[in-house]
């Protein structure tokens, strides 16, 4: 069997026959995970990379305890638990979905209660004094707001001089055509605010307000879409997964299959806020406390 019958054959497949033509992660590259399980790398977190991606996001910040770090659409505040817990930075969360009682339970939990900020908003509506944050940290979400021309000016007002926004998500090596296969438009029309890196460079330093250290395709994108898809089915059976999941996923697979050049990949981009950056009344209809 290979990747094309193992698409042929979803859902009715064995899970330990499936997972075997799927890539793992490798562990050893990421210490911090070492009391972590699989199932808890995982645990709660949208999209692919898990706490993987977000040890390599927070390593490129290079967080120091005691910073102030908005976990910007933080989903479930997974990633901000983990932030606190293992780098000692108070994280402040936002997200329009967020069940604040149970983060900060969560939180509590792992001994984080204090350093965790939950906060239940829109990323347009932040309420906090400018230049209060040391980093902006942002896992699979920049591209559902982030496109607009004005969100980074609004952002870096919340930013000190020399603050670091690190953003990581899925991305295309190039922008899409007429003539992209259709295979890979996942999660269509959402796949449409899905851009290249050099869109993404683009758009970040035409605001002059930022310098951009680095910007480009993660060096294990495909791992982390095969080990994504991975943990899926170990948690469940392919037979047993919702009609939804099982399609979601099969979608992925569709994609592994057809794709051998790193088309669908992740993008991982780190910029500096520049001195002395403000921006005018232009910005004013975004919502400032």
């Known amino acids: 069997m290979n990747m094309q019958s193992l698409v042929a054959a979803w859902p009715d ?48 910040i290079q967080l120091k305890p005691g910073m102030r770090v908005l976990d910007l659409a933080c989903g479930t505040g997974e990633t901000s638990v983990f932030l606190a817990k293992h780098y000692g930075v108070h994280v402040f969360t936002v997200d329009k979905l967020l069940d604040e009682a149970r983060l900060l339970s969560r939180a509590k939990e792992d001994g984080v209660g204090h350093l965790v900020n939950p906060k239940r908003g829109d990323v347009r509506s932040l309420a906090f004094p400018d230049g209060f944050f040391d980093a902006v ?39 899409l055509s007429p003539d992209t296969p259709e ?6 029309p959402d796949c449409l605010a899905v851009h290249s890196p050099g869109w993404w460079r683009s758009h970040f330093e035409k605001t002059r307000g930022v310098d951009v250290l680095r910007c480009g395709l993660h060096p294990h994108s495909r791992e982390f879409w095969e080990d994504f898809v991975r943990n899926q089915i170990e948690v469940k059976e392919p037979r047993l997964m919702s009609r939804a999941k099982a399609d979601s996923m099969l979608g992925f697979l569709r994609v592994l299959n057809m794709d051998m050049t790193g088309f669908v990949s992740h993008l991982f981009l780190l910029a500096e806020k520049r001195h002395g950056v403000r921006y005018g009344a232009s910005i004013l209809w975004y919502s400032h406390p």
């Open 13 to 60: 497949i064995d899970g330990g026959v499936a997972v075997s033509f799927l890539k793992q992660v490798d562990r050893a590259r990421y210490p911090e995970l070492g009391q972590y399980s699989r199932e808890g790398i995982y645990r709660d977190i949208q999209g692919e990379g898990g706490l993987f991606l977000a040890c390599d996001m927070a390593r490129e």
């Open 183 to 188: 295979e890979f438009l996942i999660e269509f």
């Open 137 to 175: 940290f942002c896992m699979n979400a920049y591209f559902y707001f982030g496109t607009d021309d004005l969100y980074l000016p609004y952002l870096l007002g919340f930013v000190r001089d020399e603050g670091r926004i690190c953003i990581a998500s899925p991305c295309y090596r190039e922008e």
